[in-house]
């Protein structure tokens, strides 16, 4: 196996999958690429047993083979050759050569044969979807996942997938993020759900970029499949039911407010600053036109702005954790922001001013 490629498409393309090559392995090998150069392309495979990320990109000259690398030297060793310099690799005597102008390289290699694959076949499930959509779903539900759960669906997020629509649900039970997006069903059932890890989610808004191109999405029972023009993304799932999420979305909120996205961001970024790291409660004191967010700690400080918001309702509190309520508005895009109350008592629902298309429920606190 030989083959010549620019430094910078190769260190480009590296970056992309090197995340998910942890830095403590069960197994040496997981701490190797696996190097496929097959009909002018070379393909590049990580995998940390959950998750497998395939990158493809065209050779300037090769010859096919197959072999392993050590992820972290290769990496290192890509990124420190000048951009505009030609990389070449080739075996010899079970030993990656690696030149480049005046520098040489020698790394060590692993068998082949013992680098482990997910399993790429037999999915039953196919859909396409715009990127920019699949990047906006993740993007604007991630941040409400759990993190450490014990009941570990919660520690992923719910793909919910219909005729014409895909949904995304994530939560910690104390709050919820919800999202749907046009997409387009090649196979598959009318209305199925999946879950995918925390550590996919994340990995897939890393390497999705901006470019507008669709996005197919394949999956089964097991197995996640993620198809770019030159990468190949595949996780596990998740092994469990997700909880029914409708039940929590609050239905009837008589009290109505509109707020200025930014000016609410920054009243809460302000009244954050004297919150406890431990205790994260803030007061809304709702009146006509006014809304009045409230921070008091433990140290007996206080903090408090007034904000001019479109209110008509009674006035009543609500308490809620801060730092829930800034990731919300921080999903936001839109200039207004639109919260639905039933009571102090109830969970808030927050979304953009007369667009549903994103929800986001937040529990009240005592505070």
Same mark, same amino acid.
């Given at each position: 196996m030989r083959f010549q490629v620019h430094a910078e498409t190769l260190a480009k393309n590296i970056q992309d999958i090197s995340n998910i090559v942890e830095k403590r392995q069960t197994s040496p090998i997981l701490g190797y690429f696996l190097l496929h150069v097959h009909g002018g392309e070379l393909i590049v495979t990580a995998t940390d047993l959950e998750i497998e990320i395939m990158v493809k990109l065209q050779l300037e000259s090769s010859e096919d083979g197959m072999v392993t690398v050590p992820a972290?030297?290769?990496? &290192?060793?890509? #990124?420190?050759?000048?951009s505009q310099d030609i990389i070449r690799c080739s075996i010899k005597d079970n030993f990656v050569h690696i030149t480049s102008g005046s520098s040489r390289f020698t790394l060590n290699t692993l068998p082949y044969d013992d680098f482990p694959r997910l399993d *790429? &076949?037999?999915?039953?499930? !196919?859909y396409e979807i715009s =990127? =920019?959509?699949?990047? /906006?779903? =993740? &993007? #604007?539900?991630h941040f409400a996942m759990a993190i450490q759960d014990v009941r570990t669906f919660l520690n992923g997020m719910l793909l919910e997938f219909g005729e014409n629509t895909i949904r995304a649900v994530s939560t910690d039970a104390h709050r919820l993020a919800l999202c749907e997006k046009p997409i387009t069903k090649v196979n598959g059932d009318d209305k199925v759900q999946t879950i995918l890890p925390r550590k996919?989610?994340?990995e897939l808004l890393r390497i999705l970029d901006s470019v507008e191109e669709s996005v197919k999405i394949k999956f089964n029972e097991n197995h996640f499949q993620v198809l770019l023009p030159n990468i190949q993304f595949i996780s596990k799932l998740v092994d469990g039911h997700y909880p029914d999420y409708e039940r929590v979305l609050p239905v009837g909120g008589k009290f109505k407010l509109l707020a /200025? #996205? !930014?000016? =609410?961001?920054?009243?809460?970024? #302000? *009244?954050a600053i004297l919150a406890s790291e431990k205790y994260k409660g803030v007061l809304l004191r709702l009146e006509p036109d006014v809304i009045h967010i409230i921070v008091n700690n433990t140290e007996h400080e *206080?903090?408090?702005v007034e904000l001019p918001v479109d209110y008509q309702g009674d006035s009543f509190e609500v308490g809620f954790n801060i730092s829930y309520l800034l990731d919300v508005v921080n999903s936001i895009k839109e200039d207004q922001v639109e919260f639905q109350f039933? &009571?102090?008592a109830s969970s808030c629902m927050m979304m953009e001013q007369g667009n549903s298309e994103c929800r986001y429920v937040v529990m009240p606190m005592r505070v």
């Open positions: 972290k030297k290769f990496s &290192d060793i890509c #990124r420190s050759i000048p *790429t &076949d037999n999915f039953s499930n !196919e =990127l =920019l959509a699949f990047k /906006d779903l =993740l &993007d #604007r539900t996919a989610v994340q /200025d #996205r !930014e000016q =609410l961001k920054q009243s809460l970024i #302000r *009244t *206080t903090a408090e039933i &009571d102090s």
